[in-house]
């Protein structure tokens, strides 16, 4: 039954609240859209069944219909799944040099089973938010013989699958013993799970959804060690020159042949469409699909756009411990993390760069070249993570300046500059600390932050007024700006590397590091296997939420306050906060506060439950997100080469709706109805490769009034080809290329 007395009642404390004239309503309402989340552990027929009896509005991370045709109420939607690969044994006689390797690889692959997978030999798919700069070596991938002379002994190889796909791709079953060539499945969302922590909301490298970074990780030979240091240092910050090295670092890894990719599979996940009972703004990642921050960000239900009750199966019972630093680790534990979190940034769905969240960056690009740093700024010490002063005589490649979008958190005390810093110290503490003060995966999630981060500089604290009728709201908003060590040519990726952000009070955060300095626990699961204690479990470990009880008294007495905020919170101010965190541990029965748009509100063996927090120093609404669903796609009518220039003529997807539903329009680009489409953004992205392989320019460019793309040739080498794309919104992920011969 749909609960409209409880969002008349929502309506009615907004406008309570935030009193309004007759005929004002309140186009506000902080938070997102579901009041409530439930997620629960269910087997695949039970999901089905709750699917089509429309007691379940989602499956995250499985298909319960798998290898069916989905039942006509029900949605999917497709993500990356994973890389089919085949592993040589170079230790193998017949396979010992790259020649051989190849061959033998090609004839592996030509002989698995066709079915349940795209063949495709090269590590940048469609998928992936760069596959527009290898589409002339995709295509010469795609055109390499199957068989080559010389493959008569790959009939004696020994053959192995590993995993159900393989077995029956391969035709056999896995064994113990030698084995010669190994055929595999590699998830995609493995391998970004494993560069993406818990800590600060999910601190990711820029490079995360990144096909040659990808390609990396599937082979990391050590041939191609010196381009991935490159990239990785900041390498190459012009466009054409940094996918100069991703190109070759991507050649490189596929040249030995060592580990070679032979396709990859697409994942679904099921979404209830029922035209009353089911879910509509759904939006997902190109490679994590639902699992991803912006799901829970836009998704709502049909029957109540405004509220509701939305319910999620998961595969797998939660079984990684719940702590907001490195926990949260497994596929329930990810999907609760992103309602209980919020992140400064987060990885755009279709694209490359990250999309802003709980900070601004005061303008689109940043100031790059050799700054000078200014000598009051801070920077965390090694080990310690006390704030010092950089001193005179400190340069950096490049600044930002972020406009940090502050809040309540969920204890009620309000997030101040002494939070976002604390949140650096912390990485600056644990990711170089030494005995008990240290854990590894600290220390690799915030490596390349601990590498690029030069200082740090709090400008000031702005006011923000919202005005709604006679409503004014008013939000802190802290000015600070971030000197780097590197540079990159984007902007939002450049902002992700070290973004003044924790969606953690600071008192959470050190009552977490006594409590694991004093040996209750460990924050990663690594680290607790090798000391020999509990991996820290905040909320479900009875003993240790006890503990943790007892010492947040004893800090609350003693006034504590970290060493690195020491000078910046007032005894009076600590005791303040934790008073406050100790008053959310008795409501609540654990200390799990952050400034996300939900908490946590119970939970069981099989899942949790979470709930809104409608808080309106909360500075995000319903409809932030809103861009986010439904990709957009362009494609390429006509390309007309002239002397001086690409002239380019394109069509561009728009949204038609009609009552709950919609469909999709292809219009030419420069028509009123794309031009009048709500602000769509349609850009001609090109990459152009000269005739020895290399790429001598690269950007984007917007139509003409009349809708025609413009791409000059001034300068350009002759026999060049020119990769384009017409991208929507930012969809470059899944969008189609094209190459063009330049004579």
Partial sequence: MIRWFVFAGLVASLLVAFPARAGHEMPFYPSYYPQEITVEALPATVAAARLEKNTLHAFVGGDPFA???????????????????????????????????????????????????RPYPYPVTPYHPDHLAHVDLIDAALKAPPRTPGVRATSRLRVRPRGALAERLVGGRGGGGMWDALVEEVSVRDLVRANTATLDGGTAPP?????????WLLNPTPSAQDLVQGLMAGGGVGTAERLNLERALVSRVRGGCER??????????????DYSAGVENVAGDSLTGLESAVFLRTVKLKDFPWNGWLTIGVPDRPAAAWNPIAGFTD??????????????????????????????LETPEAQTGSLAVPPDALVPELGTGKLREVGGGKTARAKLTYRVLSSAYHDGSRMTAADALYGLAFAFRWGAGRGREEDAEIRRATALMREWLVGVRVLRVETD??????????????????????????????????????????TVAALLEEAVARGMGAFSADEARRRGVPWLDVVRDVKTRDRLLALLDELERQAFVPAALTG??????????WAKLQQFAADHHHVLVTNGPYLLHAWSPGGAVLRVVRDFSYPLGVGSFNRYPIPLHGSVVRADVKADRIEIQAAAERVERFGREHRLVTEPVGSPAVQKDRGAVV???????????????????????????????????AGATALVQIAVNGTYATAESRAISLP
């Fill in 683 to 717: 850009v001609c992205r090109y990459v152009i490769v000269g005739r020895d392989g290399a790429v001598v320019r690269a950007g984007e460019t917007g139509a003409t009034p009349s809708g025609l793309f413009v791409v000059g040739r001034e300068g350009l080498p």
């Fill in 568 to 577: 910046r919170v007032t005894p009076a101010e600590a005791r303040g906060r």
């Fill in 465 to 506: 007024v919202l005005r709604f009728g006679d409503v004014t709201m008013k939000y802190d908003v802290p000015i600070v700006e971030i000197y780097l060590a590197h540079a990159l040519s984007d902007a939002s990726r450049l902002a992700a590397v070290s973004p003044p952000w924790t969606p953690l009070p600071w």
């Fill in 260 to 273: 070679v990719v032979a396709g990859y599979t697409v994942r679904r996940e099921v979404l209830n469409n």
């Fill in 331 to 360: 596929a329930t534990g990810r999907l609760l993390w992103a309602g209980l979190s919020d992140g400064g940034l987060f990885p755009e769905p279709y694209a490359g760069g990250f999309a802003e969240n709980r900070v601004r």
């Fill in 207 to 215: 490079w995360i959804k990144d096909g040659w970074f990808h390609a």
């Fill in 67 to 117: 290898g069916r045709a989905l039942p006509s109420k029900l949605g999917g939607i497709e993500s990356l799944g994973s890389y089919v690969v085949v592993t040589m044994n170079t230790t193998t006689a017949a396979l010992a040099t790259a020649d051989a390797r190849c061959t033998a690889a090609r004839a592996i692959i030509a002989g698995l089973d066709s079915a349940g997978w």
